[in-house]
């Protein structure tokens, strides 16, 4: 089982990039999943999580301007990001919490490797 993770690239402030994230393989269960974000210096950020039944939860600093969304039967997530700001310059990895065998005892976190996103001013 692998995140990949894609999208991302160099726009400039206020505009927009969908981002993605697909599950490869035949996993028994793709639990919650997530988006987050690492800007240069910074700790790894939360941004939005969505979990299996499509509910969301959105940081304050991206609610508004980001939306995502989950396809369950694609073991896909995208992220609609509009009004981007130099702030939300980061690399963003996706994140997703999978039950991958039957006789495995429980779920495990998987991540993507990251995709950049640079918002010029």
């Known amino acids: 089982v692998q995140l990949q993770a894609s999208g991302g690239g160099l726009v400039q402030s206020g505009g927009s990039l969908r981002l993605s994230c697909i599950v490869s393989?035949?996993?028994?269960?793709?639990?919650?999943m997530a988006w987050y974000r690492q800007a240069p210096g910074k700790q790894r950020e939360l941004i939005v999580d969505?979990?299996?039944?499509?509910?969301?939860n959105y940081a304050d600093s991206v609610k508004g301007r980001f939306t995502v969304t989950r396809d369950n039967s694609k073991k896909m997530m995208l992220l609609q990001m509009n009004g981007l700001e130099p702030e939300d310059t980061a690399v963003y990895y996706c994140?997703?919490?999978?039950?991958?065998?039957?006789?495995?005892?429980?779920?495990?976190?998987?991540w993507g490797q990251g995709t950049l996103v640079t918002v010029s001013s």
């Open positions: 994140a997703a919490n999978i039950w991958v065998n039957y006789e495995d005892a429980h779920s495990d976190d998987y």
């Open positions: 393989g035949t996993p028994v269960s793709v639990n919650a």
């Open positions: 969505v979990t299996r039944d499509l509910v969301t």
